[in-house]
């Protein structure tokens, strides 16, 4: 006995000495077999069996031992943990090897009272066949658990019951431990002061609650000034939305392509403008407020020292770059006019291909229409099927709804003359209720009544004697006392004056400090007034500098109308024109199947929306060629500025 408690007591040293998050399992099992090297041959296999066993099986033998420790071992030490996990791995793994006696002797050489209560905890039925066993399926499957691990339990449970009910009499026959008187403790009273007792408050007389107001209409109405500021909006944004019309209408067209057959530019502008009639608009134009270009632009101080450090740098790169074309560098003007050009050849491929691409569209519509004709007609055919299905069914539905209203009419007689027999007895009991609740409503308003006066009467009472105990507590005294200013206390302490004294130091130094204030507050003017100099002088250059910025802005602007003046009309390309082709005769066709079925075509749209649209995709086509004919020549006129501050 004493062996194997030698044993288990290594075993468990060594699982309170293993730590999950650091240790691994080999590297424990080696640095433990090379620490058992001094132990017996036969103790080394013992220990490390059952060491290995507890590190592998960690996970089922926790989970035990933590129920055990909510449930029946509350008051159990946690440093016997290992113990527990020992005496649980040897039951479920090891029995049948070791032996029931050899277990018995492992048990009884540990502590008695420990191991029996884990035992009953382990070896109840109700644990094994309940919670035990699902929690362990969550690990191994099910089958191996109940074959393997619990129905051995099950079978070695009377054995083990009377194991425990053998290390239950060791515990009853120990002799009960002699009890010492002990000291009891006499505790003191604290001397302390008597506390002033406190004053009877005066309690504050039953408010009358004043009759409530009625709730006004108008916190369940909106505002009248949210629904002017709504109606505002609304008119506001009518004429917005006109006056961009008007505008999309009434735009610049410059750079537009004309398709093909269609005459010069004059005559499609006439035709634009009988397409497309401006709206006249009978309300008044809305105003806007223009500041007078002419009036200055007034600048923080930050702004107007950025702006001047910003045309010093822009004045120094362009004294960098002359003193660079002085010293014999090369210009990118060729090359920039290069880089136009072939941007201009790009967007003019780039326009080529959204034209092949909307005409495709288009194709591939027409093909469409003739595609949904042929479906439009087949389903026609089906749907004169279903109708004469449908009126069949329909019929036969109708039949079915006569007699059903002839049952339900039956019904419904013999419901109502069950329901006025109801009506009756319920009228009497509703009597009767009424006359019981009009009584009790009397009674208690009579208690109600008499419990308020009582209550009146009472805190009538208690006013009258806390008013005559305020009266008698409280009695005037004088406090006063004469005090000389001129004085000097006579503290003994260093700088010792009287108040008046006192208070001509304090006058004193107020107006040292006021003094000192006034030079300061001098300093400060004369700063602001050279720091207002500098400023005026930047304004100065700033002025210069932005005229003759807007000097070349008006250049390049002459010179972006004389390059769109002077770019002529896209050329066609040989896709575009066969597209077209193909676009006529698929309409060609579409409108001979239309004049022989005398089918309107589905979904086509009038001939003036047609022309709406057309004349629309031209609008857009423009206004995409001008923004890439800007963007071209933004980024050939991008030195202009530094050019125009360098000559100034």
């Known amino acids: 006995m004493a062996y194997y408690g030698k044993c288990i007591e290594t075993v468990i040293k060594l699982l309170d000495q293993f730590k999950p998050e650091k240790d691994s399992p080999e590297q424990f099992l080696e640095a433990a077999a090379t620490s058992l090297q001094t132990l017996s041959p036969q103790e080394q296999a013992f220990i490390m069996e059952v060491l290995s066993g507890c590190l592998e099986y960690r996970k089922l033998l926790s989970i035990v031992v933590d129920a055990f420790y909510v449930r029946d071992g509350r008051l159990c ?3 016997d943990y290992s113990l527990f996990e020992v005496i649980c791995y040897l039951a479920t793994f090891q029995l049948e090897e070791l032996g029931f006696q ?28 309940s919670w035990i066993k699902d929690e362990w399926s969550l690990i191994y499957e099910t089958t191996h658990v109940k074959e393997q691990w619990i129905d051995p339990l099950m079978r070695w449970q009377p054995e083990v019951q009377e194991l425990l009910n053998q290390l239950q009499g060791p515990l009853t026959n120990q002799p009960p431990l002699p009890k010492t008187k002990a000291k009891v403790t006499e505790p003191k009273e604290f001397n302390l002061t008597a506390p002033r007792p406190r004053a009877i408050p005066v309690p504050e007389p039953v408010p009358v609650v004043a009759k409530t107001r009625p709730v006004p209409r108008s916190t369940y109405q909106p505002p009248k000034e949210q629904r002017l500021l709504e109606t505002t909006k609304r008119y506001n944004r009518r004429k917005a939305e006109e006056l961009l019309l008007r505008a999309s209408v009434e735009e610049m067209r410059c750079a537009r392509p004309r398709p093909q057959g269609e005459p010069p530019v004059e005559d499609s502008k006439e035709k634009l403008r009988l397409r497309f009639p401006p709206r006249i608009l009978k309300a008044p134009k809305l105003t806007f407020y223009r500041p007078n270009d002419d009036s200055p632009v007034k600048l923080n101080t930050a702004a107007i020292l950025r702006e001047g450090a910003l045309y010093q740098r822009q004045v120094e790169r362009e004294l960098q770059r002359l003193d660079k074309l002085m010293d014999g560098a090369g210009d990118l003007s060729e090359f920039l006019k290069w880089q136009r050009k072939t941007r201009a050849k790009d967007l003019e491929e780039q326009l080529a291909t959204g034209e092949c691409r909307r005409l495709q569209g288009k194709l591939s519509r027409e093909e469409a229409v003739l595609a949904r004709r042929q479906v439009v007609q087949e389903k026609k055919q089906k749907a004169d099927q279903k109708k004469e299905e449908t009126a069949e069914l329909m019929q036969q539905c109708a039949e079915r709804r006569l007699q059903e209203e002839r049952s339900m009419k039956e019904l419904v007689e013999q419901v109502m003359e069950t329901q006025k027999n109801v009506k009756v007895a319920q009228t009497k009991l509703l009597k009767g209720r009424r006359q019981m ?41 004088r406090k006063g006392k004469l005090v000389d200013l001129t004085q000097i206390p006579g503290y003994g302490l260093e700088g010792e004056m009287s108040v008046v004294e006192l208070r001509e130091r304090l006058a004193l130094l107020k107006e040292t400090q006021r003094c000192k204030e006034e030079e300061k507050r001098d300093q400060i003017i004369q700063g602001k007034r050279a720091k207002s100099r500098v400023l005026q002088n930047t304004v100065e250059q700033i002025s210069l500098c932005r005229a003759a910025m807007g000097r070349s802005a008006a250049l390049r602007w002459e010179e972006k109308k004389a390059q769109s003046a002077a770019a002529g009309a896209p050329s066609r390309d040989e896709r575009v024109l066969e597209l077209q082709r193909r676009i006529q005769e698929k309409a060609a066709e579409r409108r001979g199947q239309e004049a022989l079925l005398h089918v309107p075509a589905p979904r086509a749209a009038r001939p003036k929306q047609q022309a709406q649209l057309e004349a629309q995709r031209g609008l857009e086509l423009e206004q995409s060629r001008e923004r890439r004919l800007r963007a071209l020549q933004r980024g050939g006129s991008a030195r202009g500025p530094a050019r125009c501050l360098g000559a100034v």
């Open 102 to 129: 050899l277990f018995c002797s492992i048990v009884k050489s540990q502590p008695v009272h420990k191991v029996r209560k884990f035992l009953g905890f382990l070896f109840n039925p109700l644990n094994l066949g």
């Open 437 to 477: 609740v009009q009584e009790v409503i009397e009674e208690s308003r009579e208690l109600l009544q008499h419990s308020a006066e009582a209550a009146k009467e009472e805190q009538r009472r208690r006013c009258e004697l806390i008013a005559q105990l305020r009266a008698l507590e409280t009695q005037p005294t």
């Open 77 to 79: 030490l946690w440093a």
